[in-house]
C-alpha cells in the first residue's frame, strides 16, 4: 500500500491551491491497483461512473470488466471476463 500521504495536496496558504479530491483518490488507487498487480488481490468495484468520478487514472493499469458479451460500439476501457 503506497503511503498516503504521498498524495497529500500542499497548501500553503488557504484558498491558493485548486484539486480534486477523487482525482486524487484515482492516483492512489492506481497506485495501488499497480503494486498488487502480481498477486492480483485488490479490485475496484463500482458504477460505470469511473471516470466521471474522476477515478480514470485507474485506466492506466486496468480495464472495466464485464461477465456480458461486448458489442461495439464500447467503452475503449472495457474488457469481457476471462
Do not use: H
Request: net charge positive; charged share 30%.
Amino acid at each position: 500500500m503506497p503511503d498516503f500521504r504521498d498524495y497529500a495536496v500542499r497548501v500553503p496558504k488557504p484558498g491558493k491551491e485548486i484539486a480534486e479530491a477523487t482525482r486524487i483518490l484515482g492516483n492512489l488507487l492506481r497506485d495501488v491497483m499497480k503494486r498488487n498487480a502480481d498477486a492480483n488481490n485488490f479490485r475496484v468495484f463500482g458504477p460505470d461512473e469511473t471516470a466521471s468520478n474522476r477515478l480514470d487514472a485507474l485506466f492506466e493499469v486496468t480495464s472495466k470488466v464485464t461477465m456480458e458479451p461486448i458489442k461495439p460500439p464500447t467503452n475503449i476501457f472495457q474488457k469481457t471476463a476471462a
